[in-house]
């Protein structure tokens, strides 16, 4: 089992819908989690971070946290065509308070 | 300078070439790492420093891997004797703080280094 889970994809929403993108963790005492968007041929770029069970707004995204069930996910309402790119599930393991772990990311398409 | 500058841009090597990446992080950053992206994978992790020290080096695929940051700022990747395997875009990463005192200390990634080896 890989350290880091995601649904490769493509996930493909019309635009204005909402994106909801998944990701599992297989360590239960990591603490920290991300989530980077990456555009085609471009570095990854921090969208956010959560490490408390629950929600975390901003802006247009929500990050979802469940330790118990070893789960993080990205939520992007009113989804635009400038929201097309990949999305990376980032972890720090258990034990390591620098190293991020990913996962191999969503490819999400909003269709407009 | 405004972000992470990483050079050159692209390099195509002939297999058993050596190569070296350079990596110029954001001024004052503390901390420095370097990721390998193989297409269609998120990054993996390869080494770490904290200002000149390199405190983490497991994710190197083997011995031809060497990384060193002598003053502190800029960076190198070397690969020796480059063999097809090594065929990825390589990341530099650097963030302003010591990691662990911050749990959510942001990691700026640098636009990467796509290696092509031939």
């Known amino acids: 089992q890989k350290e880091v889970e995601q649904n490769s994809g493509p996930l493909s929403v019309p635009e204005g819908a909402i994106a909801s993108l998944n990701c599992t963790y297989s360590d239960r005492g990591s603490q920290s989690f991300f989530w980077y968007r990456q555009y085609s041929g471009k570095s990854p770029e921090l969208i956010m971070f959560i490490y408390s069970n629950g929600d975390k707004e901003d802006g247009r995204f929500t990050a979802q946290l469940n330790k118990a069930s070893q789960y993080v996910s990205l939520l992007i309402r009113d989804s635009q065509p400038s929201d097309s790119a990949t999305y990376l599930c980032a972890v720090k393991l258990k034990g390591s308070n620098y190293k991020l772990t990913f996962g191999k990311g969503t490819l999400l398409t909003v269709n407009p | 300078g405004a972000g992470v500058s990483q050079s050159p841009r692209y390099k195509v090597a002939k297999r058993g070439q050596d190569v070296a990446l350079r990596c110029d992080p954001i001024?004052?950053?503390?901390?420095l790492f370097w990721y390998q992206q193989a297409l269609g994978q998120g990054p993996e992790f390869l080494t770490y420093?904290?200002?000149?020290?390199?405190?983490?080096k497991s994710g190197l695929p083997s011995d031809r891997f060497f990384a060193e940051r002598p003053e502190g700022s800029v960076s190198t990747l070397k690969i020796q004797r480059t063999q097809q395997e090594d065929s990825a875009v390589y990341l530099c990463?650097?963030?302003?703080?010591?990691?662990?005192?911050?749990?959510?200390?942001?990691?700026?990634f640098g636009q990467g280094t796509r290696l092509t080896v031939v």
């Open positions: 420093f904290q200002n000149e020290a390199q405190l983490d």
């Open positions: 990463a650097s963030s302003l703080t010591r990691t662990g005192l911050m749990m959510n200390t942001e990691a700026f």
């Open positions: 001024s004052g950053h503390v901390s």
